[in-house]
């Protein structure tokens, strides 16, 4: 029977190799000479280190162009609010998101069920499998998921016949 995944997921060395840019680029911008604004990565939060607001947003649209750059869907990005870190300097989370989260799954699902497809879907984990008779009902699927607004950069993968 014919299935395929459906998975959020990013390659956290494209993450990497965008930050490496952002570090250069602020390194060798005027704008930022003699600032301290940084970047650091742990597991799957990256935490913006910025003098003022100003610098903050620069920073936030500096991540933006380096991950469309490396291939990595900016909506994996996942901005939490900015605090205030020692002195005036401001901090900000930025949480980089993996897998399908539960009520983004059952949107899917409904979404594949109310439009009466001769397919199946099931959450497995953090990712969705589709299975059904024909590869053509698969395809119309992957065409309607594409369709349905989601705030996750969605992969469609292990397609088998």
Request: aromatic share 4%.
């Amino acid at each position: 029977m014919p299935s395929f995944d459906i998975v959020s997921k990013t390659d956290l060395a494209e993450v990497d190799n965008a930050l490496d840019g952002i570090r250069r680029e602020i390194a060798q911008r005027f704008d930022f000479k003699g600032s301290k604004c940084t970047l650091e990565r742990k597991e799957n939060d990256i935490t913006l280190l910025a003098d003022d607001e100003p610098k903050l947003k620069q920073m936030q649209d500096l991540m933006k162009v380096y991950f469309t750059r490396r291939n990595v869907d900016p909506k994996a990005l996942d901005f939490k609010t900015q605090e205030r870190a020692a002195g005036d300097a401001v901090r900000q989370v930025v949480t980089v998101k993996q897998g399908i989260d539960r009520e983004v799954g059952k949107t899917l699902i409904t979404k594949i069920k109310d439009s009466k497809m001769k397919v199946q879907v099931s959450i497995q984990g953090d990712e969705l499998r589709v299975t059904g008779k024909k590869r053509d009902d698969l395809q119309e699927a992957i065409a309607l998921i594409k369709k349905v607004e989601v705030d996750l950069p969605l992969q469609y993968v292990n397609f088998r016949d």
